[in-house]
Structures are given as structure tokens and as C-alpha cells.
């Protein structure tokens, strides 16, 4: 086990964890946002450089800072490291340019997209952004694209994150979906739009940072915060049937994965609970589905705004602390 | 106790005096006040001959602006709905289809948009949530009617005629940010 | 302009002299001598020379359409600002910059220099750097004579491909 320290934060972590996860480990506000990283997918990471942190002491052995901020999600952690993350000026300096960056090509049309309310952008934006823009040009356009008539790829709106790339590449069998070209104008493609007909391909909608791949069986049909999330489960012969189920009264909007607090898909029995698309896109019936009951959400999320119903098992969760 | 507010006041049943008793002197003085009423400049108009100068934020019905082409700027984003506390607005929302481009300024339009005049508490909280300019209210007043249903404003009360544009440039003026 | 297109640059008073006064060599040592305040690096040892007709802008503009260009698009400091700073110099070039682009692009330098996975940014943002901290003044010329800067450009970069 090897000792770090994360914002005065002492954490014992296993040798070879990354700064990312250890600082998760600690939880809180001490975990640097990130947009392109995604524990459950092998190779993520190192891409948006929202994850940026100051090392302030390389290791007990060999105690100088290191020059430049690194990527938290891809360096992995030394004996006696000192991180700096939001006690760093700098880190919160370079945050900022960086969404700054990725915002400059965003087309910010929140009130249509249907991610609004569980955009990590958007909680980057809100934590890091600044009110006006400095870029004067004409932003980088693309016209709205059918991955299979499920998926509804909006260009505009990418990041290029990479994590569709490699939801493809390591849940599907073959792979039709990638990057092309380079440089401003790279861009998500199935090639030739050829779409995808996997059983597990709509879990690029739940990977997704951004609104750049939604659901068509969703689109526009309402907005996250009036929805009930609900966790639910069902009989399936291809995934293990463990979803959150969408409600606005007695009817199910959208099936999407159980997401945790970073926004990624949750670990049920030693498996990450991908689901498969015919729960996604199919079961929107509501006897299909067996509720277990509602889905904590953060309180802060906009998704439980207006929700007076108090949530018994967040209750209990406070009072004993589990 | 002490009273902590210091505005406690101890009620005392004293005897009356002579003068007290005669009551005259008290409802004289009394009449003496409204004469003087008769006289002063008057608190209120009489509605609806003369009607009240309206402030520039005054927060009456509410209405959906188009844009100067005339294409509805409501993009059903459904901020103002969660914004609202008196759970008044309503909504869903559609997709623009090809040949509607000068009908809806984004590719997504609110198709029914409900306001219930009853429990709307004129707040102004719609107004502010909105991001894309599109609800106001306005210094027109909500007219009476006799049944329930008829409070319920749908996209043909709350949309602004093409020809008939409703002014709210005045609060468009004091509602803005310093740059 | 010593070390191919990725260096800071240098103007003559300082490649010939270090900034205290003593001969630089063309080695790796004596050229870092200084920082990139009065510094640059030997890089890869080819070095460019520009005569005092060429348009600085203008040449800052190619190497910054270079890079924008061989950007490869996974991290999005090198992807956006690349091509954020060519657009500028793009537009300062043109004729249709402002002053606050000039800040602007000192700006999107320092927030691109070190937050790159590869050294592909850090190399894109150098020599825009170092151009405007040695020619501020031909950038400012660009903002306030507009007109010439489109019909006047000097040197090789404007007969290989004319503005006008």
C-alpha cells in the first residue's frame, strides 16, 4: 500500500492506482471532474484534460514537484506524492481554459438537448466557465446523424471524449464506430453512417459526456428533471436486466444503465451492468419491469428539484451513515 | 416577565372622567377627521373609466414571443416549468419537422403550452428561468371568467400574433445584466 | 529562427547576442541561454532565417496552420486551441483583427503550452509566443493599417500564395 496526500488529504491506496481513484477514494470535492475517463472502459482517459492536477512532491524518494500539471486519471500514484487539486491556483486557472476549450466548438444549445439536467459539460461549465465567449468565429457545424434508428448522433455537441470508441470496440463484437479525421475537424463516424446493430451498442448513449449520442425513442419527449427515476429490474436473457427506468406518471419514458455519482455505470455482483438494447429501446412497458424502488439522486442535481416526496432511503442513509 | 420586543402593552379598565362620559367631544373630533378627507386628493381612481399607470415590470399575463421573423423562440427546454413554484405551466415538446424552418426558430418547439392562470401567483419566475427570450409577462390583466376551464391559456392566448406583437421592450431594459 | 518550425523565435539582435551581451553559439546550451524570455532552443538543428521584409504574421500564421493541421484531435487543448489560434492569426492577417486578439493569443498560448498529452502543442504555441513577444509591434501594424497589411505582405510566404 502506498501513501498519498490529496489536498492535506492523507489516502492509502494499492501501488499503481491512479491519482484519479485514489482522490475518488477520499470522495468529496476532491475529485477532479472528468470528461473522457471511464473506469469501466480499458484505455480511457488522458484525452480532455479536464483532470489536470499539480504534483507537488513526485514520491517520498525523489520529492521534487513535477513541472507540468498531469493528467490525474492516467499517472499513476507514488509513495509520499503530494497532490494538489482545488487548493491549486493553477489547476483551477488551466480548468478553466480547458473548458474553455471544449466550449468553443459546443454549439450550448442546452434547452433542446436532451442530456441537459446530466451533462457533465454542464456541470463543468457552471463550475469553471466564464459568461461570454472570446471566439469570434463561426463554430464547427455538422447536421444531426442516424447511428441505426435507435441513436442520434449530434456532432456538434462532441467533445470527442472517445468513450463511444471504446464502448464499441470492447462491448461490441465488431466494430463500426469510430474517429476520422484529425486536428478540429475529427469527428465521431460509423463509417459511411453504417449503423450499428449490436445488442449493446446503445450503451454509447449512457457513456456519453455530452448530448452528442441520445436516445431516439427519448428524443424530445420530455426533460430529466420531470421524470421519477426508478430503479427496476428485469427478466433479461441477454444482460442482467438492472436499469433505471424513467417514469412521468404510470409510463416509462426511458430505460438508461444505473449510473453512480461520476456518471458511470455501476457495478451489480462483480459486473458492470451494461444493459442491452432491447431493455433500452423496447421494454417501455410498464408491467415488463419489476420497481424495486426510486433512485437516490443527488440533492443538488436538478433532477430533484421539485420532487417533495422525501426519500426514505436517504433518510436512513444520513441517520446511520451507510 | 419582561416583554423582549418592548412592545408589549398592559390593558388598564380606568375609570372614565366626566368629560370622557360625554362622548360629544370625541365623536366631534372624529367627524372633524373625515371632513377633512372630503377635501384632500383622492387614494383611489375609479377603474375601469380611468385606469392606473402600470410600472415597467409590471407582472401580469404572460405571452410567447416570436422572433422579428416570426418563428416562436420557445424551444419547450421546460425551465420556466420547473422554475415555476405554483406548478402552473405545462408542456410537451416536438420535433421541427423539414418546411416548418420560418414557424420555429430551433429544431425543438413546444406543440401545447398550458399556463393555469389560477395557480400562477404572477412571480415572474418563468420569465427569468427562460434562456431563450421567449416568455413575458406583460401589463396586460388576466380577465375574469366564469368556469374553471377557461384559466387553463393555451398556445392560442399565450402566443404572440404575427400582425399583433405585444411591446415588452421596456422590461427588456431593466432586466439586463451590466456587460 | 533556430530549430526548425517548433521554436520560439528570435529576432537578430538576440540570435547573434545573449542578453548579457556575450556571443551565441549555435549549440544547445549557449541558444537556451536566456530562457524563452530572451532564449529560444537548437531543437533539431535546422534553422530558418528571415530578412527583414518578411511579414512576421504572415509566417506565424503558416507554422500556427501547420500544426492546427497536424493536430491529431485527442486532447482538446491541442485540438481546439490550434485551430483557435489559426483562426486569429488568420484574422490578423487579413486585416480584421482587433488588439485584444493579440492578448487573446498570448492568452490561448499559455493555456495550451504544458496541458497537451504530446509535445505537439507546446510546439504550436512557442513560436506564436515568442512572435508576439518580440514583434508585438508588426501584430499591432496589422490591427491599425488593415488595408496595407492585406496588400503589403513582403516576402516569400505572399509570392508562394497571394492574400489578394
Redesign the interface.
Known sequence: MVKVIIDDIEVEVEPGTTILNAARKIGGDVVPPAMCYYSKLQGSGGKCRTCLVEVAAGSAADPRPMPKLVASCSTPVMDGMVVKNKTSERVYDNRAAVTEFLLINHPLDCPICDQAGECHLQDLGFEHGKEGTRYEEKRRTFDPIDIGDKIKLHMNRCILCYRCVYTANQLTDQRVHGVMHRGDHAEISTYIEKAIDNDFSGNVIDVCPVGALTDKTFRFKSRVWFLKPMEASCECTKCAGKAVVWMFGDEIYRVTGRKDKYGEIEDIDGKTAWICNECRFDKKDKTKWKIEGPRVINRHSVIAQNQYVVDERLETKKLTGK | MESLSNRKKVVSNKKMTFMEKMYFPAIWSGMMITLKHVFKKHNTVKYPEVKREFAPVYRGQHVLKRDEEGRENC?????C??ACPA?AITMT???RKKGEEHLYR???YASTYEINMLRCIFCGLCEEAC??EAIFLTDRIVPTYFERNDFIYGKDKLVEPVDQRVDISKRQLTGKRPA | MPGGSSVPILPANLITKTAEGTDRLMTYESLAEGGFASGSMLGSGGFIVFDEDQCIVRNTWNFARFYAHESCGQCSPCREGTGWMEKVLRRLEHGQGHMHDIDLLAEINKKIEGNTICPLGDAAAWPVAAAIRHFREEFEWHVTHPDEAVKRNFGIASNHMPLV
Open positions: 424551444t419547450a427546454c421546460g425551465l416549468a420547473v406548478e415538446s416536438e420535433e430551433e429544431e425543438k434562456p431563450k
